[in-house]
């Protein structure tokens, strides 16, 4: 029994220690609060497939109750005027322009929300909520509820936060009427756990991965006989969960191809649970792999995002644009600005020209908030500084990546919801012309770099980043950026009009350690007629 208790107190303070008080950091809010007053918020376009089910949330900031309308619906969408739902299915073909509009007892919003029924689904970068940084692979149907409870609570749905994604962990035997994998004991419902998400207004996600079994060592979708079933879960060397006994097993030994794919029979099971998006994870990614899996979606006739984890290689460009939606660039992200920065100055830089609507590289899951849930790591507050922390949204936000929040939202602070409640912030990302952002200036020796973005009113989105250990003063011209005339900053992060700028005249900020600027540049690129000679045009 002795050498018993420090194994379980060890157990005690991975899985059971209290949760750590979140750092104050409120002196570094600089997002204004919301006004009372409604504010359409998320995407201004959207595409399903023709027959699909159709799903969108309505994001919309601004004092509840709320009441919401809509005008040019296509034939087959309803709007529920309460929840601000739009559900249904459209079956012809078409781009359709509807007017949104929401009130409450203060005032009231409207905008024009594009409708795009064709060939092409994530049309923005997907937003929400994946469990593996805060629940690794003990996450456990009541936690996924507990995140959709938390998005809305927290106001984090009223942003565009709208996926809600099991990651390893769901996974128990095959079974059922197709043969698919079927959950563990942690969920006992997949099929009411997605019709609750959907009533709600969010989309379900789930994951598995083409080898035998996946990183967490349960079985994935394929096998090395056509039955199903694995010889570890049949001799006993699972646990409760069905997860590999790694005690008598190294899992590494498993992560390899089955000799038969049971992705139409997995794609199948998932359509009926209601699942919406897939993170499909294995390393090398092939192109054998990537299309079966994307062909047995497709095969269901249901919507769902085709996620690719992890380490893409830029060899694949156009095999990931054919067949997936969104793909990871690099490994597993880490809660240190070394992590962060390497990933989103050297790994997706590589990505600009494959990246539009409906194909995003994927700088991985955001490490803000309380995470730990990864295997081998404790709960803990991101070791990011608040000003790595605006520099890591607003590198997503610029990269057009997906962003799925990985922290407790129940233990979610006030300034990290500051971060993820930014409207202005978060419209950069959800740009409907979907560029990503380009590195434009970049000095180690100046220790800045500085990102561009076109957006689709012509207006452009301008980061600066401070690389260095302490305070230095980021610059740019915006004449050597391609702006000509005068420019007016607006102040995202603040969302404030700073100043005006000439085309040769030099924008100066100075940024903290690691920290970073993000402006908005209006005109833009304008259409104006160029006359007289080209050193005198202002």
Known sequence: MKRLFPCLTLLFLCFFAPAQSAPDYSEYIITPKAAETPRINGPKVYGARPGADFLYRIPVSGARPLQFSAKGLPRGLKL???????????????????????????????????????????????????????WGDRVSAENILQAARALEEKGLADYGWNYVNIDDGWQGIRGGKYNAIQPN??????????????????KFGIYSGPWIATYAAHIGSSCDNPEGTYWWVQEGSVDENYKLDTQKYDKGELMSFGKYSFARADARQWADWGVDYLKYDWFLNDVWWLRDM???LDATGRDIVYSISNATRISLAPDMIKYAHCWRTAGDIQDTWASV??????????????AGPGHWPDADMMVLGQVGGWEGSTAHWTRLTPWEQYSHVTLWAMLASPMLIGCDLDAIDEFTLSLLCNPEVLEVNQDALGMMGTRNVFGPSKGQSVYVKRLEDGSVAVALFNLKNEENTVSFVPRDLGFLGVQTLRDLW???????????QRWEVKLPAHGCALYRLSPGITERKMQGKWWEIQ
């Open 80 to 134: 529920d005027a309460q929840k601000g739902i739009i559900s249904g299915k459209v079956r012809k073909k078409g781009s359709y322009s509807v007017q949104i509009g929401v009130s409450n007892a203060l005032g009231s919003d409207s905008r024009v929300l594009r409708i795009e029924i064709g060939d092409r689904i994530a049309l923005t970068p997907p937003m929400g909520w994946n469990s593996w940084n805060c």
């Open 185 to 202: 004991k942690k969920f006992p419902d997949m099929k009411a756990l997605g019709d609750s998400l959907h009533a709600r207004g969010f």
């Open 294 to 296: 994307r062909e047995a």
């Open 494 to 504: 603040r969302q404030q009009e700073v100043g005006k700028v000439q085309d040769k």
């Open 341 to 354: 920065s390497n990933i989103a100055f050297d790994r997706e830089s590589a990505w600009p020209g494959y």
